[in-house]
């Protein structure tokens, strides 16, 4: 297996950097909020002794001058998804394993591109704008390191016998869990050739199940298999408020709206939603999004509404909000049901859910209820009508 | 499971009950009814009740109309009525 690893630094900065050409020279850090905590999210690379996930106050006591960004996690996910879009037209395996870090399948490619260099020019042609550096190897780990390790725009590849390559790094790039990070630390393990040099026996015995997989690591050994992007059917809409709000309400009808259309289009073509993500922007362009996952899926507004209005109780918006939108990224068809011991319970439930077959099959209401319309009426026909069920 | 046609729901798709049906009567001199024609001619043997209604005068098409509760030679009873605008007979549970 040959794998190349494309690693792009800095990634959310450089997403931000392509909406903002201005932002290029100026030391700025993206920031994002967990909880009541602001936390540095990504910075621009020039500014040194930063980490992701530091909290921004140290950031600033480092970094007075830079500027701060609000992190708008959607538009680098759209990013993202973008740069993996056109790296499949590269090599069919991608694996978009975070962002900023992707894996491409290298086998069978050698009639498009003749050598390695090939490949990694026709990355980089695809990449240029966010510094990819780019690493091939046998597997996974190997190719991680050597993109870490390869010079600016470039590619290194690792081939052979790789212990020379392996045996002065440091433990901590193992991408292992931190209790093992420290333990190895304890026992005075700080490079990989040290952890290699041991019987892996006795290293097993220390480590637990953990072991094993540090074990082989540091020896370049990594059977973690390549897991290339499920494509799936994506149904996005967003939609702007009329005023910035903080009425639960008003973000609901917002949120009805939008899903009324997607039910009322064609998109879902017959079938329910099994998972969303509900997001909202605020007036200061903070970014909450909450994902719901439904056991059946919801065939109507009315039962996927009663879950968001849940979500939308139990985690309050950071801000004002001015925009709302639902991306629904999972679909099904609503399975076989069992017949219920307690079959008036559900009659109600089966009855509706049948009507909209029959209606979808046919394509207009079929089955009506009496209403009441104005029932002192002196004129018969005014008195009553005859309405779709499901309205 | 069905899939989606792709046909649009009409949202609007209310259907009156106990709509007007028409109904040719064969009325007398006095503008009476004498008989109806149901799947053959039936003479009306007695008119048992009778009532006008006038509403919605102030719309373009204003509701004038004479009910009858006729009893038919076959012991039927039935609700029919005169459009008093056009001139044209109805049968209608009242």
Redesign the interface.
Known sequence: MKILCVLLPHFAWRCELRRHPALAGRPSIVTSTEGSQKLVTDFSPDLTGLLPDMPLQQALALHGEAGLLLADTPYYAAVFNEVLDALEQLSPLVEGADPGCIYLGADGLQLIYPDDNALAAAVRGVVKDFAPLMGIAANKFLASLAARYSPPDGCQVLSGNVDIFLTDLSCDILPVSLKSRGKLRDFGLNTLGQVAALPPGPFQSQFGPEGKRIWELSRGKDATPLYPRFMEETIEASAALPSVTVSLDAILVAVESLLGNIFHGHALKGRGIRSLTLWTRSWNAEHWEKNANFKEPAMEVKSAVTRLKRILEEYPQPGPVEQAGIKITGLGYPRGRQKSLFSDIRAQEHLAEDIKQLELKLGNPQVYKVKEVEPWSRIPERRYALTPTNR | ??????????AD????????EALKVAEDAAGLPVAVRLKQRQAIASIEDKWR?D??WWRAAP?SRLYYNVLLASWQRMVLYKDLVSGSWYE???
């Open positions: 499971m069905v899939e989606n046609t792709g046909k649009t729901l009409r798709a209310y259907k009156p009950v106990n709509a007007p209604i509403d919605e509701v209608q549970e009242y």
